[in-house]
């Protein structure tokens, strides 16, 4: 069963998707290689060290340690946060092209 998972602290996950409010959350959820769709917010509540990148992080990661994990198919970057969001989707890019030169099929991302 593929899942869609809304990362955000605040704003209501849209029909049909599971809401996570913490990296921890998402992230053991991603372990489960069910994800399909991920849309990722940076500020998650007061903490600085607990932010979407974070889970973009983890991704990095992983597909480091394991060429074969199960990547999800689009990758959403929903933040209204300016720096936080830029740097997301900096990282992501940087992600994509990790993974093109590894010859494995990137995400597709979404701002």
């Known amino acids: 069963m593929s899942e869609r998972v809304y990362l955000d602290d605040l704003r209501q996950a849209p029909r049909g998707w599971i809401q996570t409010q913490t990296a921890?959350?998402?992230?053991?959820?991603?372990?489960?290689?069910?994800?399909?769709?991920?849309?990722?917010?940076?500020?998650?509540?007061?903490?600085?060290?607990?932010?979407?990148?974070?889970?973009?992080?983890?991704i990095e990661r992983q597909i480091h340690k394991n060429p074969e994990w199960p990547l999800p198919k689009v990758?959403?970057?929903?933040?209204?946060?300016y720096h936080g969001r830029q740097l997301m989707i900096?990282?992501?890019?940087?992600?994509?092209?990790?993974?093109?030169?590894?010859?494995?099929?990137?995400?597709r991302a979404v701002w």
């Open 90 to 107: 900096d990282h992501l890019d940087d992600i994509r092209e990790q993974l093109k030169a590894a010859g494995r099929e990137a995400p």
């Open 75 to 81: 990758i959403r970057i929903h933040s209204g946060h």
């Open 24 to 58: 921890q959350e998402t992230i053991a959820l991603l372990k489960q290689g069910d994800v399909e769709e991920l849309s990722l917010d940076y500020n998650l509540g007061p903490s600085t060290t607990q932010t979407g990148d974070a889970v973009l992080q983890w």
